[in-house]
């Protein structure tokens, strides 16, 4: 068994409201039986991307399981590379930050969609050559594909400003690739869909939760709730079955 703790857009700020947002998820995990294999962080690590901002993200981690972060669009390259270095297994020192990471069993390929100085999503033809190359190679274990922007539309007016662009190439490289799960985060909500015939798991956002334009208003009339329980998604993968999937809000 792999169980596997997916955080999403914790946007750390140097404010309390943002850190204790992350530390009601991180304290869960602490207080766990059995610890988790790994703990994914889908994106918007920081709000700013500021290096003071990754500071406080690297002292709020778990120090004692194995944390993998990708960026956001709420991130900057240089100041994520410097500060998470030891979070990061990525050549260079440049964008993008692309890894592949086994852990526990699986195999973990890591997209940065972002670009820089921009909130949409995008990858480059270099970056579907090597996310090709990645996932022709044999691997004996369950295979997550994680990125910060959801590769499709979700038909909403504020989670849908910013998508990935060119989905179409993303979901031709995907197609018929021994794929367990595409996990994903930027939309802040807990989501289920899927994309070229996988399922595509969203982590809920921390720091706060976009509601769908027909749920009920927030009391300011924001298009973003502040309060809603910040939440986290469980994969868990038994050898030979499907994944399994539990949403938290502790
Ligand atoms: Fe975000
Ligand atoms: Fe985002």
Known sequence: ????????????????????????ITAYLEAFRTPVDVVLVSGDLADHGDPA???????????????LVLPGNHDVTGPLRNGLASYLDSPGDGHPIHQVRDVAGARFVLLDTSVPGEDYGFLSDDSLAWLSRVLAEPFDGPIFVAMHHPPLDL????????????????????????????????VHNAVVTSFAGHPVLGAPGIRSTVPLPF??????GSPIDAEAYPGLALHIHYPGEPLQTFYRFP
């Not at 169980?3 to 992350?22: E, F, K, N, W």
């Not at 901002?53 to 944390?67: I, M």
């Not at 749920?215 to 300011?220: L, S, V, Y």
């Open 1 to 24: 068994m792999i169980v596997i703790a997916h955080l999403s857009d914790p946007h750390l700020d140097g404010t309390a409201v943002a850190r204790d947002r992350l530390r009601r």
């Open 53 to 67: 901002e990754y500071a406080e993200l690297a002292a709020e981690l778990p120090t004692d399981l194995p944390v």
């Open 155 to 186: 038909h909403h007016p504020v989670m849908d400003q910013w998508p990935l662009r060119a989905q179409e190439p993303l979901a031709a490289v995907l197609t018929g690739k021994p794929i367990t799960a595409i996990l994903t985060g930027h």
């Open 215 to 220: 749920e009920p208003p927030t009391a300011e």
